[in-house]
């Protein structure tokens, strides 16, 4: 059975930094990415990564977060700087195998000073 367990959520400040990490059993996957969801809003993709390495941003985190992953540990990682309240999400890890979705639990990121 494939899981996906998620770590490094929590309290920052705004201008900090926090790392998201995600671990995955089972197979590579094509497409890993990282999804968020604020209270009363859409599910929301902001980065995703393929197995060669294209990453690919939505345009409220471009240059602020980056999207890596380790393709023979099945990991993958979202390194947050310049953080904003309006980051302050659950945010989700997400690994896709052909037409297969799955889903981390879920963590909380709060940005408050």
């Known amino acids: 059975q494939v899981q996906l367990v998620e770590s490094g959520g929590g309290l920052v400040q705004p201008g900090g930094s926090l790392r998201l990490s995600c671990a995955a059993s089972g197979w590579i996957y094509n497409i890993m990415a990282w999804y968020r969801q604020a209270p009363g809003k859409q599910r929301e993709l902001i980065a995703s990564?393929?197995?060669?390495?294209?990453?690919d941003y939505t345009d409220s985190v471009k240059g602020r977060f980056t999207i890596s992953r380790d393709n023979l540990k099945n990991t993958w990682d979202l390194q947050m700087t310049d953080m904003r309240p309006e980051d302050t999400a659950v945010y989700y890890c997400n690994a896709r195998y052909g037409e297969k979705y799955y889903w981390g639990q879920g963590t909380q990121v709060t940005v408050s000073s």
């Open positions: 990564i393929t197995t060669a390495g294209r990453a």
